[in-house]
């Protein structure tokens, strides 16, 4: 079992910028790939971005490619999204996901992959 808690939501303003974290709680965390995903009402939940569990790939839906950056810290047992220029279509809840893949192949952007989730986090962007 992995439990996951995300962090760092909050409401800003158009153009602002977040950060959300992700606590893990397994030891074994660093051989987790990790991703973020996204749900606002009315649709279904959304590929945000992903990093393999080195750290050393990722991956970025192409609406927030270039504005968000996932990193990872695998001693604190710590995944983060770095959001800025952040625009009201965002306004969303972030949820964080953990999933073993194989690592010959790029992290899925599938939620229906992923083994474990956390609560979510809302962002709100103002316009």
């Known amino acids: 079992q992995v439990q996951l808690v995300e962090s760092g939501g909050g409401l800003v303003q158009a153009g602002g910028s977040l950060r959300l974290s992700c606590a893990a709680s397994r030891r074994t965390f660093s051989s987790y790939a990790m991703g973020w995903f996204r749900q606002a009402p009315g649709n279904e939940r959304e590929f945000v971005a992903a990093?393999?569990?080195?750290?050393?790939?990722?991956y970025y839906a192409d609406s927030v490619k270039g504005r968000f950056t996932i990193s990872r810290d695998n001693a604190k047992n710590m995944v983060y999204l770095q959001m800025n220029s952040l625009k009201p279509e965002d306004t969303a809840v972030y949820y964080c996901a953990a999933g073993r893949f194989s690592p010959m192949k790029p992290v899925p952007r599938s939620d229906r992959e992923y083994n474990y989730w956390g609560q979510g986090t809302q962002v709100t962007v103002s316009s």
């Open positions: 990093i393999k569990w080195s750290g050393d790939n990722t």
